[in-house]
């Protein structure tokens, strides 16, 4: 499995910024796919996960109506569509998989880690 995060980098509070995931090699056909992000001194945050089985996904209510997750199947590339940043957005980025997740939040346990990108939202 092969995933790599990019298009990070720092946005005035109320921009946007996509991120994008280059995805491959998956093992299974049931499986989450999610964005998390993790910031200094805070527990690590899904904040968007994908489940394969049934094609829902979920969002925490801290970013819900703000990010929008896609994906581009053609080109194994997932994408993180980031509105209205906040200056709390401000994290390290992972894109995510784990295998067999059928609950109906983010999984806590992540079967295979992407390098993370940076993502700063400061005036």
């Known amino acids: 499995v092969q995933l790599q995060a990019s298009g990070g980098g720092l946005v005035q509070p109320g921009g946007s910024l996509r991120l994008s995931c280059a995805a491959s090699g998956f093992p299974s056909d049931d499986y989450i796919i999610a964005w998390y992000r993790q910031a200094p001194g805070k527990e690590r945050e899904g904040v968007s996960c994908?489940?394969?089985?049934?094609?829902?996904?979920y969002y925490p209510r801290t970013v819900k109506g703000r990010f929008t997750a896609s994906a581009d199947n053609a080109k194994s590339m997932l994408y993180l569509q980031m509105n209205s940043l906040k200056p709390e957005d401000t994290a390290v980025y992972y894109c995510?998989?784990?295998?067999?997740?059928?609950?109906?939040?983010?999984?806590?346990?992540?079967?295979?880690w992407g390098k993370g990108t940076q993502v700063t939202v400061s005036s």
């Open positions: 995510a998989l784990r295998t067999k997740y059928h609950g109906s939040t983010c999984p806590l346990h992540i079967d295979y």
């Open positions: 994908y489940r394969s089985t049934d094609g829902r996904i």
